[in-house]
């Protein structure tokens, strides 16, 4: 299975085209609707209803389409540095003890040391090529919020050209906290407009729609029940 590609800008992403592209789509409809000149009141109105509904659901999937790329992305990132104790699913309980053990170990012992001491640990892992040691080294140091480390290592020993600040400006975007322009454009596309004042006024020409057809029943109903009391009741001289 292939990683996660990194996001590309607002401009090239799928989803924030899609959300741009559905917002046109929603204009040119209210557009139509309001100068269709034979429609009714209502009938302009739940023709531009249907069109925002159908706009803001655009709008809901291109948003979280774009979240979870995002949140694929930066989870297939994490994974690249190696932390925790790294147990394989399939390893028997006895190899799960020894592994870890071995990493309860370099981590105790890293967490237990200053900056520079878990910089060295980890320089003498990779030296050694001692995944326990690497694992607790990195542990600690991402625990600690040590990035400058992270940085180097990711330089070192990563292909993934800007790791940190990518995983960083991930982190920021998903929890909504990023100032990048590219990101806040790609809110600003997903973010709906205000609804339309048919929109707003539709449950009032329902109810009025409504209350019409009910006072027509009434009246039509008066006027059966008179019609068939007439029927019954013959005017004088009718039959003479």
Known sequence: MM????????????????AREAQTAYLAAVQ????????????KAEAV?????TYVTALQ??????TERRRARLEHLEQLVPIGPGIPADATPADRAVLMTAFRAAFDKANSTDRPGRVRMLQDAERWDDDAARRGALTAIVDNSEWH???DWANQHLTTAGYLEEVTELRAALAG???KPDH???????RAVRPPQEVQALPQLIRLRDARETEGQR??????THSVAHSRFPQPGRFA
């Open 177 to 179: 906290t990023s100032t």
């Open 32 to 43: 139509t609707a309001r100068s269709e000149y034979r429609l009714s009141d209502l009938a």
């Open 219 to 224: 009246t039509s109903a008066a006027a059966r």
């Open 184 to 190: 806040r454009l790609a809110v600003q596309a997903c």
């Open 149 to 151: 480390a992270i940085r």
């Open 61 to 66: 999937t291109a948003w979280d389409g774009l």
């Open 3 to 18: 990683p996660p590609k990194p996001m590309p800008t607002h401009d090239q992403d799928p989803d924030v085209t899609a």
């Open 49 to 53: 209803d249907a069109a925002y509904t």
